[in-house]
């Protein structure tokens, strides 16, 4: 993962790596019409519908679309070890690679602290799309059955056969996997 590869890179390399992954991200926010939440280390928050009314079903979409286009872009960005080798038996990817998860549902919301106020989300809503990145493969995106739900009627799409995980805390949860060419 992103841990591990960054042991093998100059701190300024992950630093301007994280800056062209982020850049390319946001702008395809704006393409999909997706709203940015916020970054935490290598992770990248976002959602559709949170400022404003909308069609739940337009949103997934949205959001799926955002989610494949993000795993397209990162093919784009290369990884700069400055120096810093592995073995040849091991030489590391070339691009990085992400894990997506996505949930639907409702969540909380606002701005928090006095010192460096900040606008997060919290509830069951986020911690089930954190765990749906978790548990999800590189270059592919697992959604919980509620999204799939959503967005099952696009063909555009192959999806995995339903899964079932368990979920820390929230037991077990019906699950799809796309792989994003």
């Not at 955002?66 to 290369?78: G, N, P, Q, Y």
């Not at 030489?91 to 997060?120: A, D, E, S, Y």
């Amino acid at each position: 993962g992103f841990s591990k590869m960054a042991l093998d890179m100059k701190p300024i390399k992950v630093l301007d790596m994280l800056q062209d992954m982020f850049s390319r991200f946001d702008a395809l926010c704006d393409k999909h019409n997706v709203q940015k939440l916020e970054t935490i280390g290598d992770a990248y928050i976002c959602t559709a519908g949170l400022v404003q009314k909308v069609d739940i079903k337009d949103a997934a979409r949205r959001v799926l679309n955002l989610a494949k286009d993000m795993i397209r872009e990162i093919r784009k960005v290369s990884i700069d070890r400055g120096g810093r080798k592995k073995s040849q038996d091991d030489p590391g990817p070339k691009n990085p690679q992400i894990r997506v998860g996505i949930h639907v549902g409702n969540l909380t919301c606002g701005v928090l602290g006095q010192r460096l106020p900040k606008f997060t989300v919290f509830g069951s809503t986020v911690n089930m799309a954190a765990r749906m990145e978790q548990t999800s493969f590189p270059s592919k995106i697992r959604v919980t059955e509620d999204f799939y739900d959503l967005i099952s009627d696009d063909k555009n799409n192959i999806w995995s056969d339903r899964s079932v995980i368990t979920v820390k805390n929230m037991g077990d949860v019906g699950t799809y996997v796309l792989s994003v060419l």
